[in-house]
């Protein structure tokens, strides 16, 4: 048995695992054996690696490896779940700027491999390096250092152009006769420079899409300098990464009702707040006792779960007041919208971390015929997935997009820190109807004050 049939053989070993894996992760009940299985076929990935024939620098990557495996284990025990998002954003760039490396590495050798594998890796390059610096941009802006989203003049015009550019000069890397450092480096430094600017100003509102769109570019580039390499398990997993991160993005684009061409060239920014037609009503204040009171005797609890609640930290608050509410005779079920949070599944790792179980959390499709039947919608931090303005405003930025109908419960209490619009800058009509009573303060500290009223009502 020759060492290349071992490392082929266990490459597709490994592929096969990749897979299943990936098919695990599909649910929550399945997910945390999937990432156990994927992280396991991935250490076996890379020690097989070791056999590959020719290979040197043995030194240089255990350095490497154990100092990347140390800061990923450091962070992930450390990461509070609030920061998860900026910490998948930063992890995904990570990954594209590795695939550009590889292209860089390769042209800086200056070999020419033919033009088939050179185009593969123009393209790798230039994906990976538009996913690093893009993925660099939503870490900032979820980490709180970039504070607003920034637009340059004629954004769309200087996006085209410089794309044209970019992808022009890659069309000259592949047509000459040899590798010309100059024309790479502005390659690298234009490829950059455009991620940049095309994440620079999208918003909260779509960024769950943008890191989920960000994430497949990087497995396509991963899959794209697999091929460079000569790389069977390189190759798989990016292109498994890459069809399941555009499959993610699609329906998290169709969830928001928004092609992805208008989540990269006109995002939901804070300057959307504009436009929408004029609000009536007032918002009306709610306290912590009239809350519990309402929902202690009520049937029938819906709780919707936003970005607040994960800010906050309430997730262990609110699992707890549901399951007082549950021994006092009251069904609580919680819906999820499609793009709740910062991230794919922000609420539902949340929910998951606080002990919910599975069979309480409802997709949108599954819960919204509900609302009708509840007595209280209780909305925590969420904001633009509920709002009514989606359904009945066809000049708002978000009309057309699916919401959660807790507009159509009996009650809906919002939990909420102050008066102002969402991070999109929307003004929500929900805050203003009838049915609707506000709960002015953080999350955590909310909720604790109802669950205290709904333990004195219970006495």
Known sequence: MTAKWFIDASYFAVAVVFILALKAMSSPVTARRGIVWGGIAMVFATLVTFATPGLH?????????????????????????????????????????????????????????GPVVTTLAVLGALIGSVAFSGSCIAFAKLQGIMKKAWRLPAQNAVNVVLALVTVGLGIAIIAAPSIDPVLVIVFFVLALILGAILTSPIGGADMPVVISLLNAFTGLAVGFEGYVLGNPALIVAGIVVGASGTLLTQLMAKAMNRPISNVLFTPISGAASGGGEGIEGTMKEFSSLDAASVMRYASKVIIVPGYGMAVAGAQHKVWEMAQLLEEGGVEVVFAIHPVAGRMPGHMN???????????????????????????????????????????????????????????????????????????????????????????????????????????????
């Open 349 to 459: 790792v949340l929910l998951a971390e606080a002990g919910v179980p599975y069979d309480k959390i409802f997709d949108l499709e599954e819960i919204n015929a509900d609302f009708a039947q509840a007595e209280v919608a209780l909305v925590i931090g969420a904001n633009d997935v509920v709002n009514p303005v989606a359904r009945t405003d066809k000049s708002s930025p978000i009309y057309g997009m699916p919401i959660l109908n807790a507009d159509m419960a009996q009650n809906v209490i919002v939990v909420k820190r102050g008066k102002g619009a969402g991070y999109s800058g929307i003004e929500n009509a929900l805050f203003y109807k009838d049915n609707c009573r506000m709960l002015y303060g953080s999350a955590q500290q909310a909720i604790a004050e109802v669950i205290t009223h709904v333990k004195a009502l219970e006495a």
């Open 57 to 113: 620098n043995f030194g240089w990557m255990i350095v490497a490896i154990v100092s990347g495996a140390a800061v990923a284990w450091w962070s992930g025990k450390t990461v509070k779940m609030t920061d998860m998002p900026q910490m998948v954003a930063i992890y995904n760039g990570m990954g594209g700027g590795a695939a550009a490396a590889i292209a860089a590495l390769e042209f800086a050798r200056g070999e020419v491999h």
